[in-house]
């Protein structure tokens, strides 16, 4: 079993920052994928960005330019950089895990844009 812990969300104004953190625990095996989802209300929960173990990077277009993800694997977490923030940004995230196959999920921070 992995657990995914994650933190750093809250309320930011449009054109601020945050950052997330994701912690795993338990049984962790690499290589592994880790990343970010996020649904927004109303919504499907929809791809932000995933890193490898070797850190190779994938992001949706939504998240191109603005927001980075980065993991430090001998810590098992992984990061997510947010910078110019934008009223649509407003979602919970969700940390992610997968390998071989099995996919953990952690429950969510949520992050709110607003003025």
């Known amino acids: 079993q992995v657990q995914l812990v994650e933190s750093g969300g809250g309320w930011v104004q449009p054109g601020g920052s945050l950052r997330l953190s994701c912690a795993a625990s338990?049984?962790?095996?690499?290589?592994?994928?880790m990343g970010w989802y996020r649904q927004a209300p109303g919504k499907q929960r929809e791809l932000v960005a995933t890193i490898t173990t070797s850190g190779y990077t994938n992001y949706a277009d939504s998240a191109k330019g603005r927001l980075t993800i980065s993991r430090d694997n001998a810590k098992n977490t992984v990061y997510l950089q947010m910078n110019s923030l934008k009223p649509e940004d407003t979602a919970v995230y969700y940390c992610?895990?997968?390998?071989?196959?099995?996919?953990?999920w952690g429950k969510g921070t949520l992050v709110t844009v607003s003025s």
């Open positions: 992610y895990y997968v390998w071989t196959g099995m996919n953990y």
């Open positions: 338990g049984i962790i095996f690499s290589p592994n994928t």
